[in-house]
């Protein structure tokens, strides 16, 4: 019954290999998102998809490329890891359209991605 | 552009002391507030939320009231337990945002016996 589920839990891969997140979420949302946790705790969004459209897309490199093959799904590609990659990486979901701000985010369990 | 403030952690109590952590915002329009709970190794999860002035929310005992006047979503519990033990994150969601959410930096609660 998992609402938002994101894998793998774990990640450990080397310098300049490329990998993948996979979420989903079976809540019937029209936005996903991406969030990167660094290790001090804090929370930054890197893209945003409202019905398999991008619609945010902050501030991070280009080796990074979201992909949205329906509205349920929202996984994270992830070219030629460097070490400040390392980080946690949460997937989240919520109802709404663009403009309307009262509804929560759902969030998964979150993916470690460590890069040695 | 949006933003939040929270003090920083780590908060440290004994159990059943009463707890209060700050959060003030700035934002356009009429954000809604929101408090998420990271227990260790795990998600976020939503605790309580406001999306007008003067609403308060609540859940499990947690508190926090919506000031415009002073832009502020202070959460509060008058007795905490050893189980509250986790990071708290303030955060909004502003009109025409684009529906993402902004975090204040999140803080560690450690409640002890």
């Known amino acids: 019954d998992t609402a938002v589920s994101q894998t793998p839990k774990y990640l450990v891969t080397q310098m300049g290999n490329d990998k993948s997140i996979k979420c989903e979420q079976n809540?019937?949302?029209?936005?996903m998102y991406w969030y990167k946790q660094d290790s001090k705790k804090f929370l930054k969004i890197m893209f945003s998809?409202?019905?398999?459209?991008?619609?945010i897309n902050e501030t991070v490199p280009n080796r990074f490329s979201p992909k949205s093959p329906d509205k349920a799904h929202l996984n994270l590609h992830i070219n030629s890891l460097e070490l400040g990659d390392s980080a946690v990486y949460f997937c989240a979901s919520s109802q709404g359209d663009r403009e309307r701000a009262n509804t929560e985010a759902f969030f998964g369990q979150g993916t470690r991605l460590t890069v040695v | 552009g949006n933003s939040v403030t929270q003090m920083e952690g780590p908060v440290t109590l004994s159990e059943e002391a009463f707890l209060t952590i700050n959060c003030t915002y700035t934002?356009?329009?009429?954000?809604?507030l929101f408090w998420y709970v990271q227990y260790p190794g795990e998600g976020l999860q939503l605790l309580l939320k406001?999306?007008?002035?003067?609403d308060k929310g609540s859940n499990k005992g947690f508190e926090a009231t919506y000031r415009k006047e002073t832009t502020s979503f202070h959460l509060e519990k008058g007795s905490v337990q050893v189980s509250d033990s986790a990071v708290y994150f303030c955060a909004l969601r502003a009109t025409g945002g684009g529906n993402k959410l902004t975090f204040g930096t999140g803080t560690q609660l450690k409640v002890e016996l």
């Open positions: 406001a999306t007008k002035a003067d």
């Open positions: 934002a356009t329009g009429y954000p809604s």
């Open positions: 809540l019937g949302h029209d936005t």
């Open positions: 998809y409202n019905n398999k459209e991008l619609i």
